[in-house]
């Protein structure tokens, strides 16, 4: 009966050897004891390079000339609409305040 089981904890032994040299040899990840792990997850491709090299890059934005330009439409603009009384309301004469001013 000793016998027994000896044999079975010498196979046990070669069992768990094999399936570390298998793990090592063809780059698995052991998990004997069968918890969760983000292995998996994490030894995708991460895609973010590939995403963002996709998009061609913008010069307009470091431009300084491109920004002036920009910003110079978007206040003559605004003063056009001032002029039409469609600009936006001073700081607390908007709907919200003359909503709180009823109640």
Known sequence: MATGGLK??????????????RATILGHVLNPTGQRSPHKLLRKKLIGEKV??????????DDPLVMARREQERLSKLEM???RGKGPPKKGQGKQAAKRKKN
């Open 8 to 21: 079975g904890i010498l196979a046990k032994a070669v069992t768990s050897g094999v399936t570390e040299a």
């Open 81 to 83: 609409l001032k002029r």
């Open 52 to 61: 963002a090299e996709w998009y061609p890059y913008d010069i307009m934005k």
